[in-house]
């Protein structure tokens, strides 16, 4: 799985937004990438101002065995040289965690009083991480 983001429309200024990372993904990259889509999403629909209504994080790990196919595998060149390559250890599982952020905002005009602890300006979310998801 790559990752990415979703939206889903709940009312015509309110969006559940999610962003799915993958296993080489940190968590602080995909709350940044989160935010940015948000940031991008809501100006998309003509809004300045954005609200966090609610927020959700996942982290989800799994085990990985591979599956042990042939233990080594010998190679021959036409020089008559041989290569030997040995597979890594089948009997212990590898651990793999995905991390998905979601949030719900609400898109606003104005800097409403209901929501002031969590609302963003969406010029300044962008300027602030453009280059941090743009690397």
Not at 20 to 45: D, F, V
Not at 70 to 82: A, N, V
Not at 90 to 108: A, D, H, I
């Amino acid at each position: 799985m790559l990752g990415g983001y979703s939206e889903e429309k709940i009312l015509d200024d309110l969006y559940r937004v999610q962003f799915e990372g993958n296993q080489h993904s940190k968590p602080e990259k995909i709350q940044n990438y989160l935010m940015y889509r948000c940031a991008e999403l809501t100006q998309e629909m003509g809004y300045d101002y954005f609200a966090i209504v609610s927020e959700e994080r996942r982290f989800d790990e799994h085990s990985v065995r591979p599956e042990v196919v042939q233990p080594w595998i010998k190679s021959g060149s036409m020089s008559g040289g041989l290569k030997v390559y040995a597979n890594p250890d089948f009997q212990n599982p590898t651990s793999s965690t995905k991390y998905t952020g979601v949030y719900v905002v609400k898109f606003l005009k104005n800097v409403d009083e209901k929501y002031k602890k969590t609302v963003f300006n969406v010029d300044e979310v962008m300027e602030e991480l453009a280059n941090i998801v743009k690397e």
